[in-house]
T-cell receptor
Framework: DAKTTQPPSMDCAEGRAANLPCNHS???????VYWYRQIHSQGPQYIIH???NNETNEMASLIITEDRKSSTLILPHATLRDTAVYYC???????????FGTGTRLTIIP | DAMVIQNPRYQVTQFGKPVTLSCSQT?????MYWYQQKSSQAPKLLFH???????NEADTPDNFQSRRPNTSFCFLDIRSPGLGDAAMYLC?????????????FGPGTRLTVT
């Protein structure tokens, strides 16, 4: 699986959009980009994934660059409950295993 | 609601005393995973079952074993827990209509070794 690089921490004001970057410059053509988050003392939660196209669901939007070497997870209106560690993972999908990196600790500031 | 359940949420065991953690799922997913997460670290995959096929990670210690008697249940056995095995143990599933890599995690069991 391709290695991903994320900033260790970020702050965002409540109500603003949180933009979390991820670099995956060695991603292969058949690898998806997955985003999970882990709120303190809970299990990780799936957020969204994509291959080439931008994706949006009820939780977030995922913007993938045309060369697929980086992506951005966007939480459009951050709330205090979005405070968590966010993991960006490159993986082949199906039932393949996921390798978690160190993630970004996002803190939403009131 | 369909979900992944882990029992107990907190487990205390003594050094060297075998312990079993359990996981059940109502999602009817064919893949079940066990992860270990130590304090301030990312989850680390120990092994997974694809149906009844067991897949061990190369660096998972022999001290860790797993059983999957049926689709719904999976167990993690630690034969002789050491102090270094204190961690959160996470169970996850994937498959069914998803099948594109989304994993559904349980709340975890926090293991303390005294």
């Amino acid at each position: 699986d391709a290695k991903t690089t994320q900033p260790p921490s970020m702050d965002c004001a409540e109500g603003r959009a949180a933009n979390l970057p991820c670099n995956h410059s060695t991603i292969s053509g058949n690898e998806y980009v997955y985003w999970y988050r882990q709120i303190h003392s809970q299990g990780p939660q799936y957020i969204i994934h994509g291959l080439k196209n931008n994706e949006t669901n009820e939780m977030a939007s995922l913007i993938i660059t045309e060369d697929r070497k980086s992506s951005t997870l966007i939480l459009p209106h951050a709330t205090l409950r979005d405070t968590a560690v966010y993991y960006c993972i490159a993986g082949r999908g199906g039932n393949e295993k996921l390798t978690f990196g160190t993630g970004t600790r996002l803190t939403i500031i009131p | 609601d369909a979900m992944v359940i882990q029992n107990p949420r907190y487990q205390v065991t003594q050094f060297g005393k075998p312990v079993t953690l359990s996981c059940s799922q109502t999602l009817n997913h064919n893949v079940m995973y066990w992860y270990q997460q130590k304090s301030s670290q990312a989850p680390k995959l120990l092994f997974h079952y694809y149906d009844k096929d067991f897949n061990n990670e190369a660096d998972t210690p022999d001290n860790f074993q797993s059983r999957r008697p049926n689709t719904s249940f999976c167990f993690l056995d630690i034969r002789s827990p050491g102090l270094g095995d204190a961690a959160m143990y996470l169970c996850a599933t994937s498959g069914g209509l998803a099948g594109l890599g989304e994993q559904y995690f349980g709340p975890g069991t926090r293991l303390t070794v005294t």
